[in-house]
């Protein structure tokens, strides 16, 4: 019998994949591009919307942590984004065209997954994975929202410019990573003077803005404000935000500029570069007449627009048990973003603990999630313990069983420990072997 998936993100290609690694069949229903969504481009499975940084690689940072838990759970997602990442310092940062690329072209030769086009509108029988993501279609939202009780909850998403490379005046830019000594560095730095910092701070916030109708009454998850809704707490935000200047000098005077603007390549090639932390719901024009203020920046030529979407999510401790079940309905699983995680590897995470729950739910096991001094138990524990104020979260080390920050290492060690240990215990019991 066939494990249905719902959505071809990242965390239903990794749901579909780790059904597939277990000796199940999935159907992996993807609804691109035969339906589109705002913010997606292609029909290529696991396509990034947003940016094209998985954020660090560093094991002393939550995030590095994450994913090399992924790497030992052999995640597909991380697999392909290592084959295909790029330059990014610190980061792992991808190709976004060759990693989707790599990616659908690796699932759709999956002899125990097959792929199907088109919208679902409804829930169909047997097990299901849902992980139809932030952008999950209006039918199949109110669908989930029937089947919760609690309904959908809904915050608003926004998406950085990208600009060509070739249209940067590298005469009034450098490249440099934060702290480092190598002046080639992996991104490109656009400066402002504190005059030009002033002028393009008033225009920023008095920029026309996308009218957002029916959800004008919103609320953004913090890691992504809008630039523009960022500046408002204050002229000095961005100066201590995403502009801020700290491990930067400029070598062609050797100081400190007042504010940069930091540009990231999205391609190996390097002629898309993306503004790094300014996503905004600007209107298009004003995007360009604003961000042309910054020096580097004058005569760009805009490849993306940044723009606004919508993410759904479930008031998970109302709606999710452990096994990332929905409490009314036990053979409907919920992965990625749609269960309350915010990133891309957090919902990578969280479709692959449903692709495992799933398996064996349908061979009539229990799926017992990691303790929560990992990564995987952490999330999980967050999202089924009860919170009357619940959001959106990222992997942090506060969410770890026991963690203080005088002992992170042992953190660390204990996490990688605790997740060989899970593993293992889910090797012995056969519900997952090598896939071929």
């Given amino acids: 019998m066939e494990i249905a998936v719902?959505?071809?993100?990242?965390?239903?290609?990794?749901?579909?994949?780790?059904?597939?690694?277990?000796?199940?069949?999935?159907?992996?229903?993807?609804?691109?591009?035969?339906?589109?969504?705002?913010?997606?481009?292609?029909?290529?499975?696991?396509?990034?919307v947003c940016s094209n940084s998985l954020k660090s690689m560093d094991?002393?940072?939550?995030?590095?942590?994450?994913?090399?838990?992924?790497?030992?759970?052999?995640?597909?997602?991380?697999?392909?984004?290592?084959?295909?990442?790029?330059?990014?310092?610190?980061?792992?940062?991808?190709?976004?065209?060759?990693?989707?690329?790599k990616l659908t072209e690796e699932i759709e030769n999956d002899p125990g997954i097959q792929v199907v086009r088109g919208e679902m509108t409804s829930i169909p029988d047997g097990v299901v994975v849902i992980a139809s993501g932030p952008l999950t279609s209006d039918s199949l939202a109110n669908e989930i929202g029937r089947l919760t009780n609690a309904g959908n909850l809904f915050f608003y998403d926004a998406i950085s410019p990208i600009v060509d490379a070739q249209s940067v005046d590298l005469e009034s830019a450098f490249y440099a990573s934060r702290y480092?000594?190598?002046?080639?560095?992996?991104?490109?730095?656009?400066?402002?003077?504190?005059?030009?910092?002033?002028?393009?701070?008033?225009?920023?916030?008095?920029?026309?803005?996308?009218?957002?109708?029916?959800f004008e009454n919103t609320s953004y998850f913090e890691g992504c404000l809008p630039v523009e809704v960022l500046a408002e707490r204050g002229k000095k935000t961005l100066a201590f935000g995403p502009m801020k200047p700290v491990g930067l000098f400029d070598p062609r005077d050797g100081k400190r500029p007042y504010a940069v603007v930091q540009l990231?390549?999205?391609?190996?090639?390097?002629?898309?570069?993306?503004?790094?932390?300014?996503?905004?719901?600007?209107?298009?024009?004003?995007?360009?007449?604003?961000?042309?203020?910054?020096?580097?920046?004058?005569?760009?030529?805009?490849?993306?627009?940044?723009?606004i979407h919508r993410n759904t999510y479930v008031n998970a401790p109302l709606c999710l048990n452990e096994r990332l079940q929905l409490k009314v309905n036990e053979r409907v699983f919920l992965a990625g973003q749609i269960t309350g995680v915010e990133g891309y590897m957090e919902a990578t995470l969280m479709g692959l603990m449903a692709g495992i729950s799933a398996i064996k739910a349908q061979r009539g096991d229990v799926f017992i999630p990691p303790p929560p001094s990992t990564c995987a138990g952490a999330l999980i524990r967050y999202l089924t313990t009860e919170n009357k104020h619940f959001q959106p979260m990222n992997i942090n080390f506060g969410l770890f069983e026991g963690y203080a920050k005088k002992t992170k290492e042992i953190s660390v060690e204990r996490c990688?420990?605790?997740?060989?240990?899970?593993?293992?215990?889910?090797?012995?019991k056969k519900h997952l072997t090598p896939h071929s």
Avoid at 69 to 83: F, G, K, N, P, Q
Avoid at 207 to 214: F, I, N, S, T, V
Avoid at 418 to 426: L, N, Q
């Fill in 264 to 307: 990231r390549k999205e391609n190996a090639s390097g002629n898309m570069l993306n503004l790094v932390g300014f996503q905004t719901k600007m209107k298009y024009p004003e995007q360009e007449r604003v961000f042309r203020m910054i020096p580097a920046l004058r005569n760009a030529v805009f490849l993306r627009h940044g723009s």
């Fill in 6 to 48: 719902i959505g071809g993100g990242l965390a239903g290609v990794e749901a579909a994949y780790q059904i597939a690694r277990s000796g199940g069949a999935a159907i992996l229903h993807e609804m691109r591009p035969t339906v589109t969504t705002p913010a997606h481009k292609s029909g290529l499975l696991g396509e990034l």
């Fill in 416 to 428: 990688l420990q605790d997740i060989e240990d899970w593993k293992t215990s889910i090797h012995n």
């Fill in 59 to 101: 094991l002393l940072n939550a995030h590095g942590l994450l994913k090399e838990e992924l790497r030992r759970l052999d995640s597909i997602i991380v697999r392909t984004a290592d084959e295909t990442s790029i330059p990014g310092g610190k980061a792992l940062v991808v190709d976004r065209e060759r990693f989707a690329a």
């Fill in 180 to 214: 480092s000594k190598d002046e080639t560095g992996d991104y490109l730095n656009c400066p402002l003077t504190g005059e030009e910092y002033d002028r393009f701070y008033d225009a920023l916030i008095s920029a026309e803005r996308m009218e957002l109708k029916d």
